[in-house]
């Protein structure tokens, strides 16, 4: 049940960009302002997207509460695969040949990876020293890195600031990973007598205002190759670190587990680079 929900999460996520982008140019004239505000609060569309969000969280929530943090982060990614069809399907563009060849080695190497690492174990409760760890050094690193990308070209802005976001994105999914146990156990009331709940709503939003920020200072293509390749590496880091999971002691299935991964970022660069640059209809400006 893990890899449907999280795969659930990742078709949720997917739902959630293409919904709301084709609310957001299909308003009249291009409105702007509160004009725009407006026009999307009444749109269908763009609420549905909002509702497919919720959804990518509860999904993640249910994948990340008996699974392993390095089996559903990784999976997450299927999200760019879930968005090329739609946008075939729903939006009618053209896809290149070269992204679904893209989009299949996605899949493959990325089941590779899985099946070869054989990811198991965890601590459902870490220990007060692993999280001090985890959290001073994941938040100094963005924090840095966001510092040094407010100056410098387009394409270096961009690359730093969608590393920053995707380092925080990775804490926020071991927030919600332990939030999840602290509602098992001690109940809804009992949950906000307990820290994750509210180190997830600080993480979340400082996390969404980053991304915010990553989309407006440089090209997409540079920085989505950054977002979605960077949260699955810390997401594993975290896992062994934070939750003491671990893979398989074979030499050469982590051999064929860690050439998959490569394989997989390279296909992922590939996909994002060769998707269309917008959500317009093929044929439209």
Known sequence: MTIFFALMAALCNALNVVTQHRASIAS???ARGWGLV?????????????VALIGAFVFQALALHDGQLSVVQPLLVTELVFALVLRYLWVHQAIRAVTWVAAAITCVSLALFVRASEPQGGNAFPSTHAWIGAMTATIG??????VLGMRGSPGRRAALTATATAI??????????????????????????HWPVYALAIAGASAAILNQV????????????????????????????????YFTPSTSRLTAAATSFIVMCAAVTVLTRTAPATMEPSGQS
């Open 28 to 30: 009249p004239e291009r």
């Open 168 to 193: 925080l994105w990775a804490l926020v999914a071991t927030f919600i990973k332990t939030m999840t146990q602290t509602l098992s156990e001690f109940g809804i009331g009992g949950m906000f007598l």
């Open 141 to 146: 690193a963005t924090v840095l890195l966001a």
């Open 38 to 50: 407006l026009y999307l609060f009444k749109n269908p569309l763009w609420l549905f997207g909002w």
């Open 214 to 245: 990553t989309l407006h200072v440089g090209p997409l293509s540079v920085s989505q190759p950054f977002l979605v390749i960077v949260d699955p590496i810390v997401s594993i880091a975290l896992s062994i670190w934070v939750f003491e999971e």
